[in-house]
């Protein structure tokens, strides 16, 4: 029986990038029943919601999707597709794989990295409750819960045991706000005594993220609240190479989508220039989770042989080549 997926192509460079993943996972050998669910800025504004309903039935239906960029404007517009989907499906683990690439000139190309960071996707501050108490005078509320906070940490650790994985880092700033990540820290040490096994430190923010910049080697997994996950998955990014070649994705108990998380580049899309290893990766992650792991294992290896060859990378890391020709390389490396 063919495996059915929700994909997503999303805007801006999205229905490009989505093609080639669609293209390699093709390739692999297993069975996809793609359903394609149109979801971009254009749609957004003339149905007036950020997730038009035939996006969640899909999603209801199928339960995995593969999503491309979608267009979240700043300081306005309609609210951000990915926390709309977060909120809907309950998507309250979201996974990033940070991992060396070779070929990859980057300033830590003598040692390598090899993280995952575990952020919380529900709360925090993206609850987006904000209140104009007066003019000019605006307050956010974050919110922290047990509930929420119990289950990503108990996601870290599960997942740190079942893939052999030695040291789990809490990153907070409870020094500060003492309840609500002190909450949050509570949590993560209960769940840590579960696993006995499993090393378990905390790091205030700040200093993780500069103990990041100059020993990013030393770090495994990665466990934070909504906020400090997002930033320091992207600073986590550029260690390896940037957003262009780090995958992601959003799990929930029922639901599981998994995505590229940069943006949507409209300056360069329908170029054919757009760089679809993030993509890629993503669906590497997507096949494991479906249990077609030497697939997955297949796939991953030969995106590995195009970046060790340098002759059909694309121009964001330093090569010459179209999304087409590192897409075919890829295929032909299967």
């Not at 989907?85 to 300033?107: M, Q, W």
């Amino acid at each position: 029986m063919p495996h059915s997926v929700t994909l997503i192509p999303g805007d801006g460079i999205g229905p490009e990038v989505s093609a080639a993943a669609r293209r390699a996972v093709d390739a692999t050998g297993v069975r996809i029943d793609w359903e394609v669910a149109e979801l971009n800025s254009d749609l957004i504004i003339k149905t007036g919601v950020s997730l038009p309903p035939s996006v969640l039935e899909s999603l209801n239906r199928t339960l995995i999707g593969l999503k491309g960029p979608v267009t979240t404007p700043i300081g306005g517009g309609f609210s951000s597709v990915n926390v709309a989907l977060r909120k809907k499906l309950d998507l309250y683990a979201n996974v990033r794989p940070v991992h060396s690439l070779p070929g990859i000139a980057t300033r830590f190309q003598d040692v390598l990295i090899d993280m995952v960071i575990f952020r919380e996707n529900t709360e925090d501050l993206y609850s987006g409750i904000e209140h104009e108490v007066v003019p000019d005078v605006v307050t956010g509320i974050k919110v922290i819960t047990r509930v929420a906070s119990t289950k990503i940490a108990e996601y870290a650790f599960r997942y740190a045991h079942l893939n052999g994985r030695k040291k789990v880092t809490a990153i907070h700033k409870a020094n500060i706000m003492k309840l609500a990540d002190g909450l949050f820290l509570r949590c993560c040490r209960e769940v840590s005594e579960r696993y006995p096994h499993i090393e378990y430190k905390e790091l205030i923010v700040d200093n993780a993220s500069m103990q990041l910049v100059m020993r990013p080697e030393t770090f495994d997994i990665l466990l934070l609240p909504n906020l400090y996950g997002d930033i320091v998955s992207d600073l986590a990014a550029g260690l390896v190479g940037g957003l262009g070649i780090v995958p992601g994705a959003n799990m929930g108990d029922r639901h599981a989508v998994f995505e590229a998380v940069h943006g949507s580049a409209p300056d360069i899309a329908g170029k054919g220039i757009a760089n679809p290893t993030a993509m890629m990766l993503s669906a590497v992650m997507m096949l494991t989770h479906m249990k077609e792991t030497d697939a997955a294992k297949r796939l991953h290896a030969a995106i590995e042989k195009v970046y060790a060859e340098k002759k059909h990378t694309t121009g964001d890391v330093g090569g010459t080549a179209t999304t087409e020709e590192f897409t075919n390389a890829v295929i032909a490396a299967l």
